[in-house]
């Protein structure tokens, strides 16, 4: 499909995001708590830095551009809730509340971006008053929730051109409008072919033991009108195989200096298979998920979690012997050398991807 083909786009085809919003009065932020989909829509007001911990810790909110724009956004609640009436006390406090909520997952890197681009903005800013203050922080919050939704349309559209009409294309995780603003990253490329009325179908793999493209890459694409079929991650190498796909398009949670990535734990075997049977494997993502600080992917810190989330969460009664061993890493690296390209709101990134993301990101 050809970038003029995109070009042509309806306009004003956005719809507002729906996971993650400031509430009126800036007291608290809004999400759509993604534990619970398939089966419920449930909203919570979050305004607490204790709840919106929580939140990104449980995954209500998950993936990792959402996280950086709900950070940005509770960093806004943390300022207008703050008591402190001296602009240097405030800042302390959100110095603080920042360093507090960066901790509640290691691996996205749009985490830490978020919440030190709040702060540079708001210490940049700190002669101006109180009320002047906290509007400007409020509407930064805003603005990157904005710049998400422009990178991931762009993302789209460089993706999109890249496919041909009739492909059937590979996912693993989410990386779907849930885990961003709109559009999604990895999702995006379908989506917007959606919405041009152009024929791409999906398989998306389950994702254990989350689940998210089970519980959420079926549901968004099902909601969206997308043709896709779910699979358990131990199928994608048959439908490879069998010729059933055409590219694989996964989205990420940092990606070194040296192009390798980290994404959810299994996308690296979905790598190594697309290679193998010689499929495109394409990694797409918003510049602030590229870390330009961290040299290759043995720096990158994979977040370990719960060994219930493989023993029991999810099944009716434990699937596992009571007591076992476990290891749950969520996050894999996939090796620069397996990625066709790296796709971005600048454009299609392709090897050698040290010398090209210094060229773009540096
Ligand atoms: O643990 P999660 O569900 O937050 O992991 C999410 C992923 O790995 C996504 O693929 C990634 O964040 C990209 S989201 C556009």
Redesign the pocket.
């Known amino acids: 499909m050809t970038e003029a083909m995109h070009k042509s786009a309806p306009a004003g085809s956005f719809r507002q995001p729906v996971n993650v919003r400031l509430a009126e009065d800036g007291l608290s932020v809004r999400i759509l708590d993604q534990t619970q989909l398939p089966n419920r829509t449930v909203y919570l007001d979050l305004s607490l830095p204790e709840q919106q911990y929580e939140a990104i810790e449980k995954?209500r909110v998950?993936?990792?551009?959402?996280?950086g724009i709900f950070a940005a956004m509770a960093y806004a609640v943390a300022a207008a809730r703050s008591k402190q009436a001296e602009t240097a006390e405030l800042l302390a406090e959100l110095a603080q509340f920042s360093n507090y909520l960066n901790r509640s997952?290691p691996t996205?890197v749009n985490l830490s971006w978020a919440l030190n681009r709040m702060h540079t903005f708001a210490t940049d800013r700190q002669a101006l008053s109180k009320s002047q203050l906290l509007r400007q922080i409020r509407q930064e919050a805003e603005r990157i929730q904005q710049e998400d939704i422009a990178m991931c349309r762009a993302i789209a559209q460089f993706g999109l051109s890249l496919l041909h009409e009739g492909d059937t294309v590979l996912t693993?995780?989410?990386?779907?409008p849930l885990?961003?603003s709109l559009y999604?990253?990895?999702l995006g490329p379908v989506l917007l072919a959606k919405e041009k009325r152009l024929d791409l179908k999906v398989f998306a793999d389950e994702t254990r033991p989350?689940l998210?493209g089970a519980r959420l890459t079926a549901y968004e694409l099902q909601q969206a009108g997308v043709d896709v079929t779910l699979i358990c991650d131990d199928m994608a190498g048959l439908v490879m195989k069998q010729g059933l796909i055409q590219a694989c398009l996964?989205?990420?949670?940092r990606v070194a200096a040296n192009g390798d990535a980290a994404?959810?734990i299994g996308?690296s075997q979905v790598a190594v298979l697309a290679n193998y049977y010689h499929i495109p494997f394409y990694v797409?993502?918003p510049g602030s998920?590229i870390d330009m600080n961290c040299p290759d992917g043995d720096h990158i810190v994979i977040?370990e979690r719960s060994g219930e989330e493989i023993r029991s969460l999810y099944y009716q009664e434990p699937m596992a012997p009571q007591g076992i061993k476990f290891y749950n890493p969520?996050?894999d690296v996939t090796d620069h050398s397996l990625i066709t390209a790296i796709v971005t709101e600048k454009g299609i990134i392709r090897p050698p991807f040290k010398q090209e993301l210094a060229r773009w990101f540096s």
């Open positions: 995954l998950r993936g990792a551009p959402a996280i997952r996205a693993h995780c989410n990386a779907g885990a961003t999604g990253t990895a989350l998210q996964v989205g990420c949670d994404n959810k996308t797409l993502g998920t977040e969520a996050f």
